[in-house]
């Protein structure tokens, strides 16, 4: 339950930061992250939504295997948070790790069965979550939506 300093203390937040564009966005993309988070948790999952692109670089790797150093690269995130993830996704049943038979000093990090399922049903319940946010927009105010979205990680990326 949200106590009333807590609710004061957002009120505050919006009051001096609602009005800039970077703050909604976070604000939104944390949203979504915890709402995420709260549905993987009611359909019996252990995963969190943060580690969901660790599943989907590995599913997507041209041969199916990437070192840990190749998913950091690939997210642009460091090679440590990589490592936790990875780690809690195979204990978990989502990953397994095999030593690279080339190059002893690293690791390859390959879906198992499971991490195949999840990635299936986390396609198909983000197609569900995009079609429940598209029936609250017109269909121009999703194609502005997407145009400005592309237009700012443009921005942010050059």
């Known amino acids: 339950m949200i106590t009333q300093e807590e609710t004061s203390i957002r009120e505050k937040i919006f009051n001096q930061m609602g009005g800039f564009v970077v703050f909604n966005v976070n604000h939104f993309l944390h949203q979504v992250a ?3 988070n709260r549905d993987l948790a ?6 969190q939504y943060e580690q969901l692109p660790v599943l989907f670089v590995v599913n997507f790797a041209p041969d199916g295997l990437l070192s840990q150093q190749d998913i950091a690269n ?15 996704l195979e204990r978990d049943g989502y990953l397994r790790i095999t030593p690279d038979s080339i190059d002893r000093r690293k690791n390859l990090i390959q879906l198992t069965p499971a991490g195949k399922m999840i990635i299936d049903q986390i396609i198909e319940a983000a197609k569900r ?5 598209r029936s609250q927009l ?21």
């Open 138 to 158: 017109d269909p121009e105010e999703v194609d502005t939506l997407l145009k400005l979205l592309r237009k700012l990680t443009a921005l942010v990326e050059s």
């Open 74 to 88: 690939a997210l642009q995130k460091d090679k440590s948070g990589i490592q936790r993830s990875i780690r809690t």
């Open 42 to 47: 009611k359909a019996g999952f252990t995963l």
């Open 129 to 133: 979550q995009d079609e429940e946010v």
């Open 34 to 36: 915890k709402k995420a």
